[in-house]
């Protein structure tokens, strides 16, 4: 009786254990198209108009940090709107052009690889891939910039552009190492 009794209270223990999560609310910036729409907005960073913008919104994350950030970044986009008109269904390019993003940490190294083997841009949305892909980095880097405020240590990133094949192997080039700091997140 006591062996079952300890049994049914560890198993009890172990099953609460595991649906205990930590939940963070966080700024998760994200590559969106603004095709269906009037505008376009001057990207400081790639330092031309486009019908594109990197924008922030707030998400409701569990899971390893950062690396969860990465991957919301590719997150479904709805924009709300009050105008009947406004039919689009997709606004993250990362979604709308199925380019896959994933983050793993690999000695000591936030290691990004952006998949373009999939890549298809829709054509309606007038962006090259370059520049789908320089918005996605800007993306990346805001939402680690905004992780790493408060954190102590700096973040070593390394972004790779996989899937690849000839007609895209110069995107390779777009491949980037940086380094987010703590006193540069704060700026």
Known sequence: ????LAFCLLGGFLTSATFASTIMVVPIFEPLSLHGTDGDEAISE???ALQASVMP?????????????VDAIRSPHLIPTNN????????NLLVLCNVGISGEMIEGVLTV????????IPADVDLTTRQILNLAII???????????????????????????????SLRDLGTKFTISAEAAAN
Do not use: C, H
């Not at 919104?57 to 950030?69: D, K, N, S, Y």
């Not at 009947?84 to 606004?91: A, F, G």
């Not at 690889?113 to 298809?120: E, G």
């Open 57 to 69: 919104r707030p998400m409701a994350l569990t899971g390893a940090f950062p690396e969860v950030l």
């Open 84 to 91: 009947p008109n406004y039919k689009v269904q997709e606004t």
């Open 139 to 169: 993306a990346l880097r805001k939402t680690l910039d905004e992780y790493q405020r408060p954190q102590t240590q700096p973040l070593q990133v390394s972004v790779i552009i996989d899937g690849t094949d000839d007609a895209k192997a």
């Open 113 to 120: 690889r952006l998949d373009v083997a999939q890549l298809a």
């Open 1 to 4: 009786m006591k062996t079952w």
């Open 46 to 48: 790639i330092g031309a």
